[in-house]
């Protein structure tokens, strides 16, 4: 399975994601649920294999802040790593591979650029927008599109990834 890099949250965030996804409100999410939210980032795993790496049915909401740590966010705990170069390059481009899945995510409409709205959508569909306040897409876009043409391409999502 893939790890996609993506920019830590705070935890309030992380639990609007957790109720959001949380369809039935029981506070817990089904192994269908996190199948979902893995899909939406671009991990395609099955039922099944989650199954066996996540070891039981569901995940309170403690577990799924372990969950998003380690496998949203790659945090690979006692990962000895390597400092071989070739190790290095191999992992750097991995982790292009990983974050072009991930830009591909908001990318909604195939063009290369992720706009404001794109990146709204995204956000509503995880659970992280709400029409109360909270993130403005079109500062983060800003903060980050260094061209100034009003988008993020991949070169600059790979930037503010990165930085997280």
Do not use: P
């Amino acid at each position: 399975m893939y790890c996609v890099t993506m920019a830590s949250l705070s935890t309030s965030d992380v639990q609007r994601m957790f109720n959001s996804l949380d369809q039935n409100k029981d506070g817990l999410l089904t192994l269908d649920e996190l199948v979902w939210l893995l899909d939406k980032t671009g991990v395609h795993v099955s039922e099944d294999e989650l199954a066996s790496l996540v070891g039981k049915e569901g995940l309170d909401f403690d577990e799924f802040s372990y969950f998003y740590d380690m496998i949203l966010l790659g945090n690979n705990v006692g990962n000895g790593g390597s400092s071989e170069n070739n190790n290095d390059e191999v992992k750097e481009e991995e982790v292009d591979k990983d974050l072009y899945k991930a830009f591909k995510v908001f990318d909604l409409n195939g063009d290369g650029l992720i706009s404001s709205q794109e990146l709204q959508s995204v956000l509503w569909k995880l659970g992280m927008w709400d029409n109360f306040g909270g993130l403005d897409c079109d500062r983060i876009i800003s903060k980050y599109d260094v061209n100034s043409d009003g988008f993020v391409d991949f070169s600059e999502f790979k930037s503010m990834m990165l930085a997280h």
